[in-house]
């Protein structure tokens, strides 16, 4: 318990610049729920279901962010606000990922098996962002806020809108990287 408050401490600090010292970490909804999530989910992996949701129900009322003991979390996860945020069972959740208020990853259909998103690594879902059903966020993409995602997005793409799609970036890129390379 003690490494993963640790871990939470630091995580939080990076990734919050309003943060002005360690004790205030205990006050976020992120602090919060994710002790009870770790909880919940010691007793999910071990097939003790009512205790899982107890903790897991627990998590959500005194933070306002709903995470299902059955969903998968990795590494620097982060929940900017944290209210209204809802994670299901399936949802797969990679390493250094970063939520906004109000997000959802979840599922399209009532039937059993993988019916929740995977996130790859070093993705951001902004605010309101709805990411829905067995689809995969790929690796370093950013879906903004409001956006609802159905369909997997690529690697490296920001996708906008209802439904989500991709943002075409291609010349600003070019003129960015023409941009530094003329300043260096």
Not at 75 to 98: A, L, M, Q, Y
Not at 121 to 145: C, E, F, P, R, W
Request: net charge positive; charged share 25%; glycine share 10%.
């Amino acid at each position: 318990m003690i490494k993963l408050i640790c871990e939470l401490t630091k995580t939080i600090k990076e990734k919050d610049p309003a943060i002005h010292n360690n004790l205030e970490v205990i006050l976020y909804p992120i602090f919060k729920v994710m002790i009870y999530y770790k909880i919940a989910r010691f007793f999910y992996l071990r097939k003790r279901y009512f205790w899982a949701r107890y903790f897991s129900e627990k998590g959500k009322r005194k933070s306002g962010i709903e995470i299902h003991p059955g969903a998968e979390i990795g590494k620097n996860f982060f929940i900017d606000h944290g209210s209204g945020v809802v994670i299901g069972e399936t949802t797969i959740i990679k390493d250094n990922v970063h939520l906004y208020h109000g997000v959802t990853l979840g599922g399209v259909t009532s039937l059993k098996g993988k019916r929740h998103p995977t996130i790859e690594d070093n993705v951001t879902i902004g605010a309101g962002a709805k990411v829905l059903g067995n689809i995969t966020i790929g690796k370093n993409s950013k879906i903004g806020a409001g956006a609802v995602v159905l369909k997997d997005v690529e690697e490296n793409t920001t996708v906008v809108g209802v439904p989500a799609k991709p943002i075409k970036r291609r010349k600003n890129q070019e003129k960015h990287k023409f941009f530094h390379k003329k300043m260096s």
